[in-house]
Protein backbone atom coordinates (compact mmCIF):
# COMPACT_ATOMS: atom_id res chain seq x y z
CA UNK A 1 0.00 0.00 0.00
CA UNK A 2 1.11 3.39 -0.66
CA UNK A 3 0.04 6.48 2.26
CA UNK A 4 -0.90 9.96 0.41
CA UNK A 5 -1.01 13.01 2.40
CA UNK A 6 -2.26 16.02 0.05
CA UNK A 7 -1.17 19.67 0.94
CA UNK A 8 -1.59 23.28 -0.36
CA UNK A 9 -4.97 23.85 -0.48
CA UNK A 10 -6.63 27.14 0.34
CA UNK A 11 -9.01 30.52 -0.59
CA UNK A 12 -7.50 31.82 -3.90
CA UNK A 13 -9.15 34.92 -6.17
CA UNK A 14 -9.63 34.11 -9.78
CA UNK A 15 -6.88 34.46 -11.72
CA UNK A 16 -4.54 33.67 -8.81
CA UNK A 17 -2.29 30.46 -7.97
CA UNK A 18 -2.20 27.51 -5.86
CA UNK A 19 0.68 24.72 -5.61
CA UNK A 20 -1.00 21.54 -4.01
CA UNK A 21 1.51 18.80 -2.85
CA UNK A 22 1.06 14.72 -2.73
CA UNK A 23 3.48 13.28 -0.61
CA UNK A 24 4.24 9.45 -0.76
CA UNK A 25 4.79 7.11 1.83
CA UNK A 26 4.90 3.27 1.90
CA UNK A 27 5.12 1.11 -1.13
CA UNK A 28 6.35 3.96 -2.68
CA UNK A 29 8.90 1.90 -5.26
CA UNK A 30 5.52 0.12 -6.86
CA UNK A 31 3.92 3.49 -8.40
CA UNK A 32 3.19 3.45 -12.19
CA UNK A 33 0.92 6.73 -11.98
CA UNK A 34 -0.36 9.41 -9.43
CA UNK A 35 -2.84 11.16 -10.29
CA UNK A 36 -5.58 14.25 -8.93
CA UNK A 37 -9.08 14.27 -9.15
CA UNK A 38 -11.38 16.88 -7.41
CA UNK A 39 -15.30 16.71 -6.27
CA UNK A 40 -17.06 20.13 -6.41
CA UNK A 41 -20.11 19.96 -4.12
CA UNK A 42 -22.80 18.13 -5.53
CA UNK A 43 -20.80 16.61 -8.64
CA UNK A 44 -19.03 13.25 -9.18
CA UNK A 45 -15.07 12.87 -8.60
CA UNK A 46 -13.39 13.91 -11.39
CA UNK A 47 -9.73 13.49 -13.02
CA UNK A 48 -7.36 16.69 -13.67
CA UNK A 49 -4.71 15.81 -14.09
CA UNK A 50 -2.22 12.61 -13.68
CA UNK A 51 1.87 11.66 -14.45
CA UNK A 52 3.67 8.48 -15.21
CA UNK A 53 5.97 8.20 -11.84
CA UNK A 54 8.60 6.88 -14.19
CA UNK A 55 9.01 8.87 -17.23
CA UNK A 56 7.08 12.12 -16.22
CA UNK A 57 4.65 12.97 -18.47
CA UNK A 58 1.37 14.38 -17.26
CA UNK A 59 -1.60 13.88 -19.32
CA UNK A 60 -4.79 16.63 -18.20
CA UNK A 61 -8.44 17.25 -18.54
CA UNK A 62 -9.11 19.69 -20.84
CA UNK A 63 -10.52 21.61 -18.84
CA UNK A 64 -7.60 22.66 -16.78
CA UNK A 65 -5.13 22.11 -19.73
CA UNK A 66 -2.75 25.10 -20.27
CA UNK A 67 -3.48 26.18 -16.61
CA UNK A 68 -2.01 23.72 -14.76
CA UNK A 69 1.03 21.80 -14.49
CA UNK A 70 1.49 18.52 -12.98
CA UNK A 71 5.11 17.12 -12.02
CA UNK A 72 7.20 15.45 -9.52
CA UNK A 73 10.00 15.19 -7.40
CA UNK A 74 11.00 11.27 -7.49
CA UNK A 75 13.24 12.03 -5.04
CA UNK A 76 10.92 13.22 -1.72
CA UNK A 77 8.18 10.95 -2.93
CA UNK A 78 5.90 13.93 -3.85
CA UNK A 79 3.81 14.65 -6.49
CA UNK A 80 2.64 18.80 -7.18
CA UNK A 81 -0.19 20.44 -9.19
CA UNK A 82 0.65 23.97 -9.99
CA UNK A 83 -2.77 25.74 -10.45
CA UNK A 84 -2.86 29.27 -12.16
CA UNK A 85 -5.17 31.37 -13.48
CA UNK A 86 -7.87 29.98 -10.69
CA UNK A 87 -11.46 29.87 -11.83
CA UNK A 88 -14.36 29.59 -9.28
CA UNK A 89 -15.57 26.56 -11.31
CA UNK A 90 -11.77 25.08 -10.33
CA UNK A 91 -13.35 25.27 -6.72
CA UNK A 92 -13.26 21.91 -5.46
CA UNK A 93 -11.55 19.33 -2.55
CA UNK A 94 -8.69 17.71 -4.45
CA UNK A 95 -7.27 14.14 -4.18
CA UNK A 96 -4.16 12.59 -4.57
CA UNK A 97 -3.92 8.97 -5.79
CA UNK A 98 -1.89 6.42 -7.21
CA UNK A 99 -1.41 3.37 -9.17
CA UNK A 100 0.55 0.94 -8.10
CA UNK A 101 -1.07 -2.01 -10.48
CA UNK A 102 -1.22 -1.06 -13.92
CA UNK A 103 -0.43 2.26 -14.90
CA UNK A 104 -2.99 1.96 -18.08
CA UNK A 105 -6.87 4.21 -16.74
CA UNK A 106 -4.71 7.36 -15.18
CA UNK A 107 -8.42 9.04 -15.98
CA UNK A 108 -10.41 6.57 -14.31
CA UNK A 109 -11.24 6.66 -10.81
CA UNK A 110 -10.82 2.80 -10.87
CA UNK A 111 -7.45 2.97 -11.80
CA UNK A 112 -5.87 3.96 -8.25
CA UNK A 113 -5.36 1.85 -5.30
CA UNK A 114 -4.81 4.76 -2.67
CA UNK A 115 -6.36 7.88 -2.50
CA UNK A 116 -5.51 10.75 -0.38
CA UNK A 117 -7.61 13.02 2.40
CA UNK A 118 -8.27 16.01 -0.28
CA UNK A 119 -7.25 19.43 0.40
CA UNK A 120 -10.28 21.99 -0.34
CA UNK A 121 -9.70 24.71 -3.56
CA UNK A 122 -11.83 27.82 -3.21
CA UNK A 123 -11.52 30.05 -5.91
CA UNK A 124 -13.58 33.66 -5.22
CA UNK A 125 -15.03 35.61 -8.29
Known amino acids: QVQLVESGGGLVQAGGSLRLSCAAS????????MGWFRQAPGKEREFVAA????????YYADSVKGRFICFRDKDKNTMYLQMDSLKPEDTAIYYC??????????????????WGQGTQVTVSS
Open 97 to 114: AADISSGRYYSRLDGYDS
Open 26 to 33: GRTFSVYT
Open 51 to 58: ISWSSSIA
